[in-house]
């Protein structure tokens, strides 16, 4: 009996499973100037396939109760988090934002699996003030 393994990097492409516009990321570059953070933003329209990531968290609090929902991203380049790319940079990077569905998600983890070509994120959702 042969064993095919599905090869997810060709699925992040494929029309069937992509989103069809692509995936919205703000990408957020931060350096300091005067003792102050600066921070530039680049929007990024990626190839990509979202889905609902079934580890939300709820948690109650003395003064609310919170709850957070987050999703998978699959995307041939990989996501980032708050952090410098090497030691040696000078600049930084907050960790991006994915835009689905008129929602922010920060991306939290991104586990990049560039040995079999994609990367898969997980984004939990920003919260929002309610009053």
Not at 20 to 30: L, S, T
Not at 36 to 54: H, M, P, R, S, Y
Request: a negative charge; one cysteine or more.
């Amino acid at each position: 009996m042969v064993y095919e393994l599905i090869n997810v990097s060709e699925l992040i492409g494929d029309p069937d499973f992509t989103q069809p516009n692509g995936v919205n990321v703000i990408r957020r570059k931060v350096r300091v100037e005067n003792h102050k953070q600066v921070i530039t933003e680049q929007n990024l329209n990626v190839v990509g396939i979202i889905t609902i990531a079934d580890d939300t968290s709820i948690e109650m609090q003395e003064y609310a109760d919170n709850s957070s929902e987050g999703i998978h991203v699959f995307t041939y380049l990989p996501l980032y988090t708050t952090g410098k790319l090497d030691d040696n940079a000078i600049d930084g990077y907050l960790s991006d934002i994915v835009v689905w569905d008129n929602v922010s998600y920060k991306v939290m983890k991104c586990l990049d699996d560039a040995q079999y070509g994609f990367c898969r994120s997980l984004a939990i959702k920003l919260q929002r003030d309610v009053m």
